[in-house]
C-alpha cells in the first residue's frame, strides 16, 4: 500500500468525517504554512502536507475546547456569545477566515477579471443569493441607482479603473451610507453580530445532536445489557437540559465528536491565508436575515430574489441553474407563495413557473398551480391563465381542481360582469377531470364573495337542475345573507331535499339572525343545535357577539368572553375583535384599547383587521394623528396592513393633503409587499397630481410598473394631462410605452373547439 493511501485511511480513523479534499485545493492550503511553501510537490509529499496542516488545525481547535466550558444552549444570549468567542479564539489561533471574510475573498476571486460596475455589482448581487442573505435595506437598488446617476454624468458606462467616475460614485455611496446609518467605525459591530448568529444557528445543531446522541444512548441501556458509558450523560439528564459542559476528554467523547463534526464546516473549509483587496467598490450590500433562517427558507430567498432580478426569460433561466438548488415542489410552492404575499411581478413568476414545468418528468403541484393562477389574476393576465390550464390539462388535468376553479373565476368576478363569469365557468367542463357538484359550488361560492347574495341565488336556480345540490352548496347559500327571509327559504328547500344540516348550517343561520338584531331566533337555532347534540363553537358565539353590539349591548358581549371559557370554547382573534368592533361603534375606545391589550397578554397577536376597526373610527373622525400613530404602532407590531387599512389611510391623507405621509405609505407597500397597488395608486396618483408633484407621480407610476401592476387609465390620463403641461414629452413617451405592454382581455382557449367553450349560458 503506498504511503498517501495509508495516511489517507489512517486519517479516516483518527478523524472521522472530515472533508475529503479536492486536488485543486492543494495549492492554496500551503499559503497556511508559517515558511514559504517549496515549489513542485507532488503525490505523495503533497497529500502528506495537507494532512499535516489539517491535522495541526484540528488539534488547535480540540486543545481551547478542551480548557473551555461550553453551554449548548440557543436561547441563552451569554450562551451564544461565549461559543461565538471560542469559535473566533480557534480561528485565530489556527489562521483560519471569519464568515465575513470567505465573503470578503469570494468577491475578490470572482470580481477581479470584471472591468465594468455594473457587471461587478450583478455578480455581487449572484454572491449574495447563492450565499442565502437577504438584501432587507434595499442596498442593491440605491446602489444601482447610485451608478445610474453616475453614468448619466458621464454619458458611458462606468469601468472601474475610471478614477474621477469612481470618485463621483463613492461620494454616492457616502450619502446611501449616511441615508442607512451605516458607518466605516461601526463594520465591526456588523462583524460581531453575523458571527452571533452563526453560533446560535451552531448551537441549534449541536443540541439537536446531543438530545439524538443521548436519546441513542438511552435506548442501547434500555435494550443490552451494558454498562453505562458516560454516567454524566444519562438520559434523564437529556431530557431534563440540554446543557452540556465539555471540561475533559474521557467525559466528553461524544460531544468532542458533535463539536468536531460542527468545525468542518466551520473551521476546516480550506481557504486562503490572506486577503488583499484590490477591489475598488465598497462592499455595502451583504446583510444577513435577522432571523436565523432553516436551509429551505435560504433556498426560498436566493430563487425568490433571482425571479425579483431577472431581466428576461433567458436570465432568469441560466440564473437557476447556476444555483444548483434542487427545484422541489415544496420549494417551488414557498417561492411562488412568497411572490403572491410580496406582489412580485406576474411574468416574472410565469417564467418561473414554465421553467420549472418544462422539465422532463416534473409535475406542478395543484398548490403552484393554484398560486400561480392568483398571481396572474390578481394582475388581470387572463391570456395567460388560459394559456397555462391548457397546458396543465395536457400534462395532467388532475391538478385543475375546484379550489382552481374558484381561484380563476374570482379574478374574474372581480372586474367582470356575472354573465362572464359564468361563461369563464363553462370554459371550465374541458378542462376539469369530473365536472360535477364540486364545481358548482365553487362559481356559487366566488358569486358571494365578489358578487351578490342575489346573483348567486338566480345563477343557483337556473343551473341547479344539471348538478345535484349538496350539503356544500346549501352551506354556501346560506351564508352571507341579510335577509333572514332569504335564509329561511334556503333552510326550509334544505329539508325538503333530505339534505342534514351540519355546524356550518346553523352558524350560517346563527350569523344571518344576529345580522338581522333577531337575537331570539339566534338563541333559538343555538337549543336546536344542542338537542341534536351539535356543540357550539368560536363562531357561533362570535356571532352572537356581534348580534349584541348591533342592539346596542357591548359589555354583555364583552361577557360572553368568560361564557364562552366556562363552556370549553377559547376566544380567538376574530371573538375579540367582535367586540372591541362593538366598542368601537359604541366610540368608546378606551375599552377598545384595553381589549387589545388583554389580547397580548393571552399571546395573541392583534391582525390587520384589529386596526382597521380603529382607523374606520378615526377616518370618520377626521383624526389624522391618530392613524398615523396607530400605523406606525402596527408596522413596528410587525403586523403588515391589508388592503382595507392602505385605503382608509390613504383617503385621509387626501382629505388633509399629506402627500409626506402618503408617500411613506406607498414605499413600504412597495418594499413590504402588502395591500393593492391598483386600488391605493388611484387615491395615490389624484392626490400628487392636485398637489402639482409630477415628479413623485411619475416615480410611484413606474414603480408600480415594474412590480407588474398596471395603473388606472384614468390615472395614466391625470398625470399625462401634466405632464403635457411641462412640456415633459419624453417621459409621455416612456410612460405610453409601459403602459402597452399591459394587456386584460379575456379569450377562450384557442386549442379547444368552439362549441365546447361556448356551452349555452342561462339569461340573468
Known amino acids: 500500500m503506498s504511503f498517501s493511501s495509508r495516511l489517507l485511511s489512517r486519517s479516516k480513523q483518527l478523524y472521522g468525517s472530515q472533508a475529503i479534499l479536492n486536488q485543486q485545493h492543494a495549492f492554496p492550503v500551503r499559503y497556511y504554512a508559517k515558511e514559504a511553501a517549496p515549489a513542485g510537490l507532488k503525490g505523495d509529499e503533497m497529500l502528506k502536507d495537507i494532512f499535516r496542516d489539517i491535522k495541526q488545525k484540528f488539534e488547535t481547535a480540540i486543545g481551547v475546547l478542551r480548557k473551555e466550558k461550553i453551554t449548548i444552549d440557543p436561547e441563552d444570549p451569554a450562551a451564544v456569545s461565549h461559543y461565538a468567542k471560542v469559535m473566533k479564539t480557534i480561528r485565530e489561533k489556527a489562521g483560519l477566515f471569519s464568515e465575513s471574510q470567505r465573503i470578503q475573498c469570494t468577491i475578490e476571486e470572482e470580481t477581479q477579471d470584471i472591468p465594468d460596475a455594473r457587471t461587478y455589482f450583478l455578480k455581487l448581487q449572484e454572491i449574495r443569493t447563492k450565499r442565502g442573505l437577504s438584501d432587507e435595506l434595499g442596498v442593491e437598488a440605491m446602489t444601482m441607482d447610485a451608478l445610474e446617476k453616475v453614468e448619466k ?92 459542559l465539555v471540561k475533559s476528554e474521557n467525559k466528553t467523547t461524544g460531544m468532542m465528536m458533535m463539536i468536531k463534526k460542527n468545525l468542518k464546516s466551520l473551521s476546516f473549509e480550506l481557504q486562503k491565508s490572506r486577503y488583499i483587496s484590490s477591489s475598488k467598490i465598497p462592499f455595502l450590500s451583504l446583510h444577513t436575515n435577522p432571523q436565523d433562517h432553516k436551509y429551505e427558507d435560504i433556498q426560498v430567498d436566493a430563487i425568490y430574489n433571482i425571479i425579483s432580478s431577472s431581466t428576461s426569460s433567458q436570465n432568469l433561466k441560466q440564473s437557476l441553474k447556476s444555483t444548483g438548488v434542487f427545484l422541489s415542489n415544496d420549494l417551488i410552492d414557498k417561492v411562488l407563495k412568497r411572490v403572491r404575499f410580496s406582489h412580485g411581478n406576474p411574468l416574472q413568476a410565469l417564467d418561473f413557473f414554465n421553467f420549472t414545468a418544462n422539465r422532463r418528468g416534473f409535475y406542478h403541484s395543484s398548490y403552484s ?82 358578487k351578490s347574495m342575489r346573483d348567486a341565488r338566480n345563477v343557483y336556480h337556473h343551473l341547479k337542475k344539471g348538478f345535484r345540490p349538496n350539503l356544500q352548496t346549501f352551506n354556501i347559500l346560506l351564508s352571507g345573507w341579510k335577509s333572514s327571509e332569504e335564509a329561511e327559504l334556503f333552510y326550509d328547500e334544505m329539508k325538503e331535499l333530505g339534505v342534514k344540516p351540519d355546524i356550518v348550517t346553523y352558524n350560517s343561520l346563527i350569523d344571518v339572525f344576529c345580522k338581522g338584531r333577531e337575537l331570539e331566533k339566534a338563541y333559538g337555532v343555538v337549543e336546536k343545535m344542542n338537542e341534536e347534540g351539535i356543540l357550539p363553537d368560536v363562531i357561533t358565539y362570535t356571532s352572537i357577539i356581534g348580534g349584541l353590539g348591533l342592539v346596542g349591548q357591548p359589555d354583555k358581549a364583552r361577557d360572553m368572553l368568560k361564557e364562552m371559557k366556562e363552556h370549553g370554547c377559547c376566544p380567538d382573534v ?93 414605499n413600504d407597500m412597495v418594499e413590504k409587499g402588502f395591500g393593492s397597488y391598483i386600488l391605493v395608486s388611484d387615491v395615490l396618483f389624484d392626490l400628487l397630481c392636485d398637489m402639482g408633484k409630477l415628479v413623485e407621480a411619475e416615480k410611484c407610476f413606474l414603480q408600480m410598473v415594474e412590480k407588474g401592476h ?50 349555452p349560458v342561462p339569461s340573468l
Open 369 to 450: 398551480l393554484d398560486t400561480m393562477l392568483y398571481i396572474l389574476g390578481r394582475s388581470r393576465k387572463f391570456d395567460h391563465i388560459w394559456d397555462v390550464l391548457i397546458d396543465i390539462k395536457r400534462k395532467d388535468r388532475n391538478l385543475i381542481t375546484p379550489r382552481t376553479l374558484q381561484v380563476v373565476l374570482g379574478r374574474v368576478a372581480k372586474v367582470c360582469s356575472v354573465r362572464m363569469t359564468v361563461e369563464s365557468f363553462w370554459k371550465f367542463k374541458r378542462l376539469v377531470p369530473v365536472f360535477d357538484t364540486s364545481c358548482f359550488n365553487a362559481l356559487l361560492r366566488t358569486l358571494c364573495q365578489e
Open 710 to 759: 398596471k395603473p388606472s387609465n384614468v390615472s395614466f390620463r391625470r398625470i399625462k394631462v401634466l405632464m403635457e403641461l411641462a412640456k415633459k414629452h419624453d417621459a409621455i413617451q416612456n410612460l405610453s410605452e409601459k403602459m402597452a405592454i399591459f394587456g386584460s382581455s379575456i379569450r377562450a382557449p384557442e386549442s379547444m373547439d368552439e362549441k365546447e367553450c361556448s356551452d
Open 153 to 244: 454624468e458621464i454619458k458611458q458606462p462606468l469601468m472601474r479603473n475610471d478614477k474621477k467616475g469612481m470618485a463621483l460614485l463613492m461620494a454616492e455611496f457616502d450619502k446611501v451610507n449616511k441615508k442607512l446609518g451605516i458607518r466605516r467605525e461601526d463594520l465591526p459591530k456588523y462583524e460581531e453580530e453575523l458571527e452571533l448568529k452563526i453560533a446560535k444557528a451552531q448551537l441549534e445543531e449541536l443540541k439537536k445532536d446531543a438530545v439524538e446522541a443521548m436519546e441513542t444512548q438511552r435506548k442501547r441501556e434500555e435494550f443490552k445489557d451494558e454498562k453505562e458509558v458516560d454516567s454524566s450523560a444519562s438520559a434523564s439528564a437529556a431530557k431534563a437540559s440540554v446543557f452540556a
Open 574 to 666: 376574530a371573538a375579540y375583535n367582535a367586540v372591541i368592533r362593538n366598542y368601537c361603534i359604541a366610540k368608546r375606545l378606551d375599552d377598545a384599547y384595553s381589549l387589545m391589550a388583554e389580547m397580548a397578554s393571552k399571546g395573541m397577536s392583534p391582525n390587520a383587521t384589529s386596526y382597521n376597526l380603529f382607523f374606520r373610527v378615526f377616518s370618520w373622525s377626521n383624526d389624522l394623528r391618530s392613524s398615523w400613530d396607530f400605523y406606525g404602532r402596527m408596522m413596528d407590531d410587525g403586523c403588515l396592513p391589508n388592503t382595507q387599512s392602505c385605503m382608509f389611510l390613504i383617503k385621509l391623507f387626501k382629505r388633509n393633503e399629506k402627500v409626506e405621509m402618503a408617500l411613506q405609505l406607498w
